[in-house]
Each structure stands twice: as C-alpha cells, then as structure tokens.
C-alpha cells in the first residue's frame, strides 16, 4: 500500500475530477457507465485521502506549491460531484458533503489569495491551474439543482465568470511574457478550455432567466479556446507522460458537457443548431480517449 501511496501525488485529484465529470457526460448511454466512472473516480479519492493522512507532510509541501495549491482545488471540486452520486442512497446526507465540499473550495480560495497573491506574488509562478481554484467553485452551479441551491448557484456561476475575465487576462499574459515553461509544467495549459465551458454549464444549470445571446458567444469563445488546446493536448501526448496530463481529462470532458448543455438550452429557447450535435459527438470521444489515456497512465 505504502509503495501505491508514494506514486500518488496531487494531480490525481485532476483524474478524479475528470472520471466524475465523465460519467455524467456518459450517463445518457446508461446509467451503470455513469457509476463505473464514479467508483473510478471514488477509487482515486481514497487513495490520495490516504495518502495525506499517512504523509501529511506531504500535503504541507504541496500547499506551499502554486501549482500544486491550484491542482488541489480539483478535490473538493471532484467531491462536489461524487455527492450527486450517492444522493439516490443516502438522500439528504449528501447535501452535507456537498456542502463540506463547497466550503472547502471557498477556504481554498482564501488560502490561495493570501499566499499566493497577497503574501508573495510572482508573475512566473501563474499557471492556467489557476484557474481551478477561482473559477472552480463553479462546479457549485452545476450541481446546486441536485440539491435545490440554485441562488447559492446563480451566484458561484458570477463570481466564477467574473474571475475567468480577469485570470484570462492574466495567465495569457504570463504564458506570452514568460514562453521557457518547464516540460512536465506544459501540459497545463490545457486547463485553458475548462473555465469557459465549466461556466456554460453553471449558466445553463443555476442561472434564471437565460439569455441566448450570452449563451452563443460564450460557447463560441470556448470553442475557439477548445481547438487552440486541443492542438497543444496532441502535440504533447507525443511526448512523456507527467502528472500534469491530468489536464487532459476534466478540462476536455467539461468541452463536451457544455456542447451537450448548450444544444439542450438552445433548443428549449427555440433556436437549432443542427451540426451542433456532431460538435457534441466529437467531443465526447476525444473526452473519452483523454480520460482513458490518462487513468491507465497514473
């Protein structure tokens, strides 16, 4: 167990995150797909439980990593959608998860602020990571519905919206002034597709009434982003494996389910988009590749 132990570090939290999302993505194929992705995912979360019970020194390291720090928001994120799993067995006692999990990602938020910010700020230590740790609550608003929370939704999906305008502005401005990343940091730029998407899902789940107009250009501009880090996600599948592939999962998988949420929203509001539903299909078999590729790998 211990040599298991050793070989899980902070990003698969990412993985987690990614085989949750998966299995909502998957679920209109059945709905025992949708709970493998969830004991996938579950399976990922004890273990790196485990391992910072165990070596909680290692987790004091990580915290006092940006990218690490950043990467962590992912679990309390992951949480939030595993509650939804086990609300159909254990009824209202998920909620108190889902709310432990919710007030986790806010002290995460304050944490990462203070320290990483406020405390000691270099323009050098910014990731797109970042963007998990603001942007992340958004997760909120997606799963907020499942527990009837949708004004606690409503305004995740703003704060969250608010800050992806502001860490677009300035993660872009790291990643063009500062161009010599380290290798197994790479990899992380891919995280650039989720925020938007994540976003599309939260308006599309917790926000009354929609605007179609909002909606359109949201889902343009996170397409854009999603071919641009589609293409870096293939070139770098071409070299080493790092534990920072754990961009390749959640961030692809959200894509799809904001394509598939989008269609849906659309479609109530009267307006048809009718090569929108291979855009879908597409994406859900690269999320699928990406998630499959992955797990095997950690």
């Given at each position: 167990?211990?040599?298991?132990?050793?070989?899980?570090?902070?990003?698969?939290?990412?993985?987690?995150?990614?085989?949750?999302?998966?299995?909502?993505?998957?679920?209109?194929?059945?709905?025992?797909?949708?709970?493998?992705?969830?004991?996938?995912?579950?399976?990922?979360?004890?273990?790196?439980?485990?391992?910072?019970?165990?070596?909680?020194?290692?987790?004091?390291?990580?915290?006092?990593?940006?990218?690490?720090?950043?990467?962590?928001?992912?679990?309390?994120?992951?949480?939030?959608?595993?509650?939804?799993?086990?609300?159909?067995?254990?009824?209202?006692?998920?909620?108190?998860?889902?709310?432990?999990?919710?007030?986790?990602?806010?002290?995460?938020?304050?944490?990462?602020?203070?320290?990483?910010?406020?405390?000691?700020?270099?323009?050098?230590?910014?990731?797109?990571?970042?963007?998990?740790?603001?942007?992340?609550?958004?997760?909120?608003?997606?799963?907020?519905?499942?527990?009837?929370?949708?004004?606690?939704?409503?305004?995740?999906?703003?704060f969250g919206f608010a800050?992806?305008?502001?860490?677009?502005?300035?993660?872009?401005?790291?990643?063009?002034?500062?161009?010599?990343?380290?290798?197994?940091?790479k990899p992380l730029i891919?995280?650039?597709?989720?925020?938007?998407?994540?976003?599309?899902?939260?308006?599309?789940?917790?926000?009354?009434?929609?605007?179609?107009?909002?909606?359109?250009?949201?889902?343009?501009?996170?397409?854009?982003?999603?071919?641009?880090?589609?293409?870096?996600?293939?070139?770098?599948?071409?070299?080493?494996?790092?534990?920072?592939?754990?961009?390749?999962?959640?961030?692809?998988?959200?894509?799809?389910?904001?394509?598939?949420?989008?269609?849906?929203?659309?479609?109530?509001?009267?307006?048809?988009?009718?090569?929108?539903?291979?855009?879908?299909?597409?994406?859900?078999?690269?999320?699928?590749?990406?998630?499959?590729?992955?797990?095997?790998?950690?």
């Amino acid at each position: 167990m211990n040599q298991l132990l050793k070989r899980v570090t902070m990003p698969v939290a990412g993985v987690m995150l990614g085989m949750a999302a998966l299995g909502n993505l998957l679920q209109s194929f059945g709905e025992g797909i949708r709970y493998i992705c969830g004991v996938l995912s579950a399976f990922f979360a004890l273990l790196l439980i485990l391992k910072y019970i165990i070596n909680p020194k290692d987790f004091k390291i990580d915290m006092n990593s940006s990218v690490s720090a950043s990467v962590s928001g992912t679990f309390p994120m992951g949480i939030m959608l595993l509650s939804t799993y086990i609300k159909p067995f254990i009824g209202n006692a998920a909620f108190y998860i889902w709310a432990a999990a919710v007030g986790l990602h806010i002290l995460l938020i304050f944490y990462f602020t203070y320290r990483f910010f406020i405390k000691q700020f270099d323009l050098k230590d910014v990731f797109a990571s970042y963007y998990i740790v603001y942007v992340g609550i958004v997760v909120a608003s997606v799963t907020a519905p499942a527990y009837n929370m949708q004004a606690f939704g409503n305004a995740a999906f703003w704060f969250g919206f608010a800050t992806f305008i502001l860490l677009f502005i300035l993660v872009s401005i790291k990643y063009n002034k500062f161009k010599d990343i380290p290798a197994p940091a790479k990899p992380l730029i891919c995280i650039y597709t989720a925020p938007l998407s994540l976003c599309i899902a939260g308006y599309v789940q917790s926000v009354m009434p929609k605007s179609k107009e909002m909606l359109i250009v949201m889902f343009i501009a996170a397409s854009i982003i999603y071919i641009f880090t589609l293409i870096k996600a293939v070139d770098f599948i071409r070299g080493n494996f790092y534990p920072s592939f754990a961009s390749f999962t959640f961030p692809f998988v959200i894509s799809a389910i904001a394509a598939k949420m989008t269609m849906a929203a659309l479609t109530k509001m009267g307006v048809q988009f009718i090569n929108l539903k291979y855009i879908v299909l597409a994406e859900t078999i690269i999320a699928v590749g990406f998630c499959l590729y992955t797990y095997i790998f950690f």
